[in-house]
């Protein structure tokens, strides 16, 4: 017992005082960047970060100032100012809902911003330093969990150089004080960088981790009219749900559905503007609705109950209406949207759970998620599904549907007996369910045309009939809902999904980058025991999330093939030349500030370098003219009477001795 007593005490006896001030500097510029970092991720608010930063500041010149000083009254106050921060963040979790990370996140950054506030007022020696370069680095960590775009990097970049400098500080301070070279510093930064890059390009494919990302906000929010139904289009941005039509304004929830009904004689194209960007464990159709009614012309739903799910997050998605989940993979996704969508919650199929900034939501009875308020700019939700991914091999197990599956699931406006024939005839050899999904989704690859410039449909014209005997030219619309009608035709279920699909996905962040563009409509296809499966004839949703050097790999490389290249040669020339002439005329300028023997020395060495033999670096003026022989060790005695004997030897002299000189040298 004794000697655990002694050894504390040693371990906590005074150490030396610290007297460099550019380590002081240097630690308390890594803790500002950290609480930028933390306040640019909105961790912590602006004014709330200013003030820390400041306070740190003058904790760290108070410390400076008291170094040689034992204050026990600072220990003492340091002391319960940490306890009491401890105290008031057990007190904010103690209401908070169990498992819920956003409870703890925000607190938690606080609690790291007063700590190091705190103790920055007694750290007295460079032990108590380290302990400020620790304590930023764990505020960077907070504010990289929340990193959704770029930004972060010039963050992170900052703290890293920062954080070397300190590191070198430590160091030099540890050496006996010598300030470290700045090249070195530089140097140092950039390798580690460098390294950075290396293992950043070797990483392995992400996957978001369960349980640590249910951050939410309402954005703009405002409350949607209807209870439990699609909003309108009342001229709010908030209300994009306006259905599409073959004349008139079309918003961009009426050309891929997101409202009542999806009509496929529109015509409409969607820009690049970037919907929202999401993190996901795995990519995947992210689905807002569906449809089950099909009249020849456009896609309506006849579910159209909804259930009030209120207590606020977490909601519980299981057992309260809509198509009970399959067992699958776990799939939890972030959603941060970057301009407003309708007031659909977007998600992988077979939710389970949602994390959302509202105290109700509604559950469609076809599975889909309603808000309550408009989804505009900063709104963030978490939806935890169960994603369903049968292999062929158990799909082609699936015996034909039977009695569970709703009437609404094969219903058809007419017999459509040609589009009948046809699916017969593509899938004439097929035994089961899923080949036959397939062999209709290769015919419409290898006989229809993908294409969003098509005709308008003529009044009275079936769509299905036009794309499949017409001009067999579509977009994901047409297509979908002419797969779907085959497959009823042929007595298997099938629904019209609409939603989205990743987009570009950002190695940085982790973020699927969501485009309006990609708004999709696709396929659903029932399988007893499996539920609904998803099918897609015109886009490709990746198995698993890219690995994010690969990605950053082959963005790189269709950026260099995308520059043009003609252009970039004639800049590079013109450059070049440019820089030839600026290099030509500085030496040329360099030659007239030189002296006659100066330059008699320069011509000298010139005349050496050509011939193979140069200027050795222990080689005086006489050794080196003697050597190259000629006239050569007449230039160099003339060298050392100007330059040692004080001769005055004048420019005819000199043009003749370097005259003769170079005479000699080109026999």
Same mark, same amino acid.
């Given at each position: ?242 259905? #599409? =039509?073959?004349?008139?304004? @079309? $918003?961009? !929830? *009426?050309? &891929?559905?997101?409202? +009542?009904?999806? /009509?496929?004689? %529109? ?44 207590? #606020? =997050?977490?909601?519980?998605? @299981? $057992?309260? !209406? *809509?198509? &009970?989940?399959?067992? +699958?993979?776990? /799939?939890?996704? %972030? ?333």
């Amino acid at each position: 017992m004794t000697g655990l007593v002694e050894a504390v005490r040693r371990a906590n006896a005074p150490k030396p005082p610290e007297h460099s001030v550019r380590l002081r500097v240097a630690a308390a510029t890594t803790i500002a960047v950290g609480l930028l970092a933390a306040a640019g991720e909105h961790e912590i608010a602006r004014p709330t970060a200013y003030l820390s930063m400041a306070m740190v500041a003058a904790g760290m010149a108070f410390s400076h100032w008291n170094r040689h000083r034992s204050l026990g009254w600072v220990k003492i106050a340091v002391a319960v100012s940490a306890i009491a921060a401890m105290i008031w963040f057990v007190h904010r979790l103690s209401g908070g809902p169990v498992g819920d990370i956003t409870s703890v996140e925000d607190p938690l950054t606080v609690l790291f911003a007063w700590v190091l506030v705190v103790h920055s007022f007694h750290v007295p020696a460079r032990r108590d330093l380290v302990f400020a370069l620790a304590g930023s680095a764990a505020l960077m960590a907070v504010a990289a969990a929340q990193a959704v775009d770029m930004n972060f990097g010039i963050y992170a970049l900052a703290w890293i150089t920062a954080g070397m400098w300190t590191l070198f500080e430590l160091g030099a301070s540890a050496a006996g004080g010598t300030p470290p070279r700045a090249a070195r510093v530089v140097s140092s930064t950039t390798g580690v960088l460098a390294a950075g890059l290396v293992i950043f390009l070797l990483l392995p494919a992400p996957t978001a981790a369960v349980r640590l990302d249910f951050r939410t906000s309402p954005g703009p929010a405002g409350a949607v009219p209807g209870s439990g139904a699609l909003a309108g289009d009342a001229g709010s941005p908030l209300e994009l749900s306006h259905p #599409g =039509s073959a004349s008139g304004r @079309t $918003g961009v !929830g *009426g050309y &891929l559905g997101f409202a +009542g009904s999806l /009509d496929t004689a %529109t015509r409409a194209t969607l820009g690049r503007t970037v919907v929202m960007e999401v993190r996901a464990s795995v990519p995947t159709y992210w689905i807002g609705e569906t449809f089950d009614h099909w009249d020849g012309r456009s896609w309506s739903s006849t579910l159209n109950r909804s259930a009030t799910l209120t207590g #606020g =997050s977490p909601y519980s998605l @299981t $057992g309260q !209406g *809509g198509d &009970l989940p399959a067992s +699958g993979v776990d /799939d939890l996704q %972030t959603f941060y949207i970057k301009n407003a969508t309708a007031d659909l919650i977007f998600h992988a199929d077979q939710a389970e759970q949602l994390w959302f900034p509202a105290s109700k939501v509604y559950l469609g009875q076809d599975g889909s998620l309603i808000s309550p308020i408009g989804i505009g700019k900063g709104a963030i939700y978490t939806v935890d599904s169960s994603v369903s991914r049968p292999t062929p091999t158990e799909l082609r197990a699936v015996p034909p549907a039977g009695g569970p599956v709703p009437a609404q699931f094969l219903q058809l406006p007419k017999p459509y007996d040609d589009v009948r024939q046809l699916a017969q005839t593509v899938t004439a050899g097929d035994t089961d369910e899923y080949d036959t999904v397939q062999s209709l989704i290769a015919w419409i690859g290898a006989h229809t045309r993908y294409s969003t410039h098509i005709p308008p449909l003529a009044p009275g014209t079936d769509a299905v009939e036009e794309f499949l005997f017409g001009n067999r030219t579509g977009y994901c619309e047409q297509i979908s809902t002419a797969l779907t009608v085959m497959l009823r035709s042929l007595g298997i279920p099938a629904r019209e999904a609409v939603g989205y699909v990743p987009g570009p996905y950002n190695p940085i962040t982790d973020l699927y980058q969501v485009r309006a563009e990609d708004a999709h409509a696709w396929v659903q296809a029932y399988f007893a025991g499996y539920g609904w499966v998803s099918f897609d004839p015109t886009a490709v949703v990746p198995d698993a999330n890219p690995s994010p050097g690969a990605t950053a790999l082959r963005s790189a490389g269709r950026w260099i093939a995308g520059l043009p290249w003609t252009s970039v040669s004639v800049v590079a020339g013109a450059v070049a030349t440019v820089a030839g002439a600026g290099w030509l005329l500085r030496r040329r300028q360099a030659a007239r500030s030189l002296s006659p023997a100066q330059m008699a020395v320069f011509r000298m060495e010139r005349a050496g370098r050509k011939i193979g033999r140069p200027r050795a670096a222990s080689e005086t003026v006489t050794e080196y003219g003697a050597a190259l022989r000629g006239g050569w060790p007449d230039v160099a005695r003339a060298v050392d009477e100007s330059a040692y004997g004080g001769a005055e030897i004048g420019r005819c002299e000199w043009e003749r001795l370097l005259g003769a000189a170079q005479a000699v040298q080109q026999q």
